[in-house]
């Protein structure tokens, strides 16, 4: 097993993720398969277990408390997230602290996230009536918690802001990250600035919830054809999709934990296989990778070169949302799309574009930026609202509970 020090520990660079366990066929989280993958994982060495207070309906923490309890406390690392990124109308990080430990069955967590700070949420966070930070830190102080940080889907001028409030407060953070978001989600700018600022990084989303896995035949064929260029070369084959995405996560500077949401056990074996030993990437082979995700995306080549933005009558971001639009049309409707644009007032979304046409007239790439902005309203129309979301999601968390009981 691979292992990077980071908080003072040694950690497992694969960390074991149970926002997507094995189910069975009632969608009820299958207990027993669970335990012979955490059984699988403590074997191989695997030292970091991840899950939230959300996940799986509730039912995640305590389905992954249960299964660790046959090992001894100081054998492993368990994170949870505080949910402050879920709309509710009050907060109280006390209560859920409190339920997050009973549901886990442990005394303490090795390391505590604030679920992901985004541009909607990071409000939420600071907000001096629910006293979220200091709760936490007062937990830390306390031995409840070793270690507190964050997660975060924003972009990279939000975690910015969120690091100057901070301070020294967040002692890790968790990104999306892999090949694809290195420059779609502009992962890369996230990873500079947490290099900067020195804080080891956590990854999630390492193989896109499984899309970099799943490749189409016209992906699988070029991903072939790359990996026949190198035949020759001396290192050792990468046999799968799946190898290619993580041992490109393995070398980028500050990883310390790759999150993976495993869900069979032969996800498992394949995982635990690929983490035995390091195998860097060549320059020829992240070079190769990135052609690969750029035929991946189809997207607008918006350089932000902000040229577009001087004579928008409506102020609009239009770097920003061509971005989103990118991500949109890989990516689909989804919660993301939702958060983002839920932060967003009204006159700065894309429906607000008046399709002047003077942003088109000056693009240096001859983006057609009204018909991607006006492409991008609809398609923001057509997506439920982030509390729309939360709220859909509590109700299936109750129906789960009813179910269970």
Known sequence: ????????????????????????????????????????????????????????G???????????????????????????????????????FEEQLKKCNVDYFDFYLLHNVYENSIDVYKDPR?????????????????????????????????LDYSGDDMEFCQIQLNYLDWTLQDAKAKVDLLNERAIPIWVMEPL?????????????????????QLE?????????????????????????????????????????????????????????LMELAEGMKNALPCTRCRYCCDGCPMGLDIPMLIHAYNDVKFSGRSSTVAMQFDALPEDKLPSACIGCGACAAICPQNIDIPAA????????????SWKEICRQREEAAR???ASNK
């Not at 669970?34 to 939230?52: E, H, K, L």
């Open 373 to 384: 902005l006006a492409e991008l309203a609809e398609t923001i129309a057509q997506t439920p």
């Open 58 to 96: 509730g039912y995640s923490e305590i389905v992954i408390g249960k299964a660790l309890k046959k090992y001894p406390r100081d054998s492993y690392y368990l994170a949870t997230k505080y949910p402050g990124h879920q709309i509710a109308s009050t907060y109280d990080p006390a209560a859920v």
């Open 208 to 228: 896109r919830g499984g899309r970099l896995v799943n490749l189409s035949e016209k992906e699988q064929d070029t991903l072939k054809t790359l990996s026949a």
């Open 232 to 288: 020759n070369s001396d290192l050792p084959a990468l046999n799968t999709p799946a190898e290619w995405g993580l041992r490109f996560l393995q070398q980028v500077p500050g990883v310390a934990v790759i999150l993976s949401g495993m869900s069979a056990e032969e996800q498992m074996a394949q995982n635990l296989k690929t983490f035995e030993s390091e195998r860097r990437l060549t320059p020829e082979e992240i070079e190769l």
């Open 399 to 401: 129906k789960l509970a």
């Open 1 to 56: 097993m691979i292992y990077r020090e980071a908080c003072g520990h040694k950690l497992s660079q694969l960390g074991f993720g149970t926002m997507r366990l094995p189910l069975k066929e009632d969608k009820s989280i299958d207990e027993e398969r669970v335990q012979t993958m955490v059984d699988m994982a403590m074997a191989a060495g695997v030292n970091y277990f991840d899950t939230a207070y959300p996940y799986h």
């Open 130 to 162: 629910w006293g979220i930070i200091d709760y936490f830190k007062e937990q830390v102080k306390n031995g409840r918690i070793r270690h507190l940080g964050f997660s975060t889907h924003a972009r990279p001028e939000t975690l910015k802001a969120f």
